[in-house]
């Protein structure tokens, strides 16, 4: 009994000294906007970007995407070694990551919306600044990722902080979408598909775009430089409101068979691959299904708005969710919500009530995807610290590797889809697309995601970490501290 009583009482100092302030828990989770805040920019609107104002042609904006996202992906384990591998410093050992890739990840995001004044080569300029935007972003974002299992030793103090930081990350993308979405979107002087019913503004397709296509790049760049802005301040308050530890380094061989030898980790991934691949497909095509197939081109951005503010508000419910009823209920419950709605925005009518609607309720899962696979990430984490005591340095490579296949995969998906509006027959500056576009962007945003999350939730339910597990990871791991 006597042993018992010192063993709680030691747990219970351990709760204390890893117990996190709430200041400390903003200033970690303000560090994540930025990744999101570009994130949803790019996702939203690169593509109509590339196509509607850059005018590239369809082959060319799907290779930039392809490649760009690819190379992304191969950046972060590359990054994920290297900072497994770095020396402590005054400022902790990813700080300087991140304090030095921000002012180059701030010049080449702004680049990449300038539109160059030259034809010739204008695939090579977009290529090259996406590129390098990439590897900055990401010399920023796998080390801020790892922070994760750094900020606290206690689960319950590293679920909270993930909370708040899904919450501050999810209200990134409704800044970015508001900020890209509602500077860009008054611009254009295409009618509504309502217009055109009406028999007003009938002959727009054949007005001169001269003024509008200037007025739209300088929407662009004004909207890039006021998220630069912020990407700047919430990197300064991330790095001067964090202090972190040190662990000891891995080679990269041992890296990557610790990563992919532990079993639930591989799991947890593949079954976040597919569905995060479905809500990549959504988010990459949805401007453009809006635009063209839906015919609400004047309220495109106030329906991506809508589908990010529901998201940010349903975060702490998802949150009291995985702690009420457990992190694979979460998921299930979560990924299955957005599955009638996506078959619903295809099978009615065009109405742009119906389309506030149904975006409405497909943030809901929205939120669900962007808080589960973090909140999920530091199990697997505890669960192989559980299993090889004597192992330390391996955190950023796991969740470098995790980044990695997404961004590979989204890659793959945002280059697939954008070939298919090629070979559908887009028309890159029109106020109307062909009968093909309009079915490909529906089969783009409805039943191949549905295909993709269902896959997804049946290789997640072979995910070993259950409540019970976890809790007796929790524990072991307090004994070993």
Not at 42 to 69: C, E, K, N, T
Not at 201 to 211: G, H
Not at 411 to 433: D, E, N
């Amino acid at each position: 009994l006597q042993s018992d009583a010192q063993t709680d009482s030691i747990t219970y100092l351990l709760c204390l000294l890893n117990r996190l302030s709430v200041w400390s828990k903003l200033c970690y989770a303000i560090g994540g906007a930025p990744y999101q805040i570009t994130g949803s920019a790019l996702g939203f609107f690169l593509q109509i970007y590339l196509l509607d104002v850059a005018q590239l042609d369809p082959s060319h904006a799907s290779i930039i995407l392809f490649v760009g996202r690819a190379w992304d992906a191969i950046t972060d384990p590359t990054v994920g070694f290297l900072v497994s591998r770095s020396r402590w410093t005054g400022i902790g050992r990813m700080m300087p990551w991140i304090l030095f890739s921000t002012p180059f990840a701030v010049m080449t995001y702004f680049l990449i919306w300038y539109v160059p004044p030259f034809e010739q080569g204008k695939i090579y300029w977009y290529l090259i600044f996406y590129c390098l935007f990439q590897s900055m972003q990401t010399c920023f974002h796998v080390p801020y990722s790892a922070l994760t299992m750094f900020i606290s030793k206690d689960q319950k103090e590293r679920d909270s902080a993930t909370a708040y930081r899904m919450m501050v990350e999810v209200l990134g993308t409704v800044l970015g979408t508001a900020i890209q979405g509602q500077i860009v979107g008054g611009v254009s002087n295409c009618p509504n598909e309502t217009d055109v019913i009406d028999g007003t503004n009938s002959n727009n397709s054949d007005v001169p775009r001269d003024v509008t296509l200037d007025e739209t790049k300088q929407a662009y760049l004004i909207a890039s430089g006021v998220i630069c802005i912020i990407y700047i301040l919430c990197a300064i308050i991330l790095v001067l409101g964090t202090i972190r530890k040190n662990s000891m380094p891995l080679t990269f061989r041992q890296g990557l068979w610790l990563v992919m030898s532990h079993g639930p980790y591989i799991k947890l991934v593949i079954g976040f691959l597919f569905t995060s691949l479905a809500f990549m497909l959504l988010e990459g095509n949805f401007a453009l299904f809006i635009t063209y197939a839906l015919g609400h081109r004047k309220d495109f951005q106030n329906i991506l708005l809508v589908i990010m503010l529901s998201g940010a508000l349903t975060i702490p419910l998802w949150q009291w969710f995985l702690t009420r009823y457990g992190k694979k209920k979460a998921v299930y419950f979560g990924m299955t919500w957005a599955i009638p709605f996506m078959i619903l925005i295809i099978s009615v009518k065009s109405n742009l009530i119906i389309s506030y609607l149904v975006s409405m309720a497909a943030g809901v899962s929205v939120a669900a995807a962007f808080l589960l696979p973090w909140s999920m990430l530091p199990d697997v984490v505890d669960d192989f610290k559980v299993r090889n005591p004597d192992i330390h340095g391996h955190e950023a490579l796991f969740y470098s590797y995790y980044v990695f296949f997404i961004k590979f995969a989204s890659g793959v998906s945002l280059g697939i889809s954008t070939l298919s509006m090629k070979f559908a027959g887009y028309v890159t500056g029109s106020c109307s697309q062909p009968e093909a576009v309009i079915l490909t962007l529906k089969v783009l945003v409805s039943p191949v995601p549905v295909v993709l999350i269902v896959v997804g939730l049946l290789i997640l339910r072979t995910y070993p970490i259950d409540e019970d597990r976890r809790q007796g990871n929790r524990k072991l791991l307090q004994e070993l501290l």
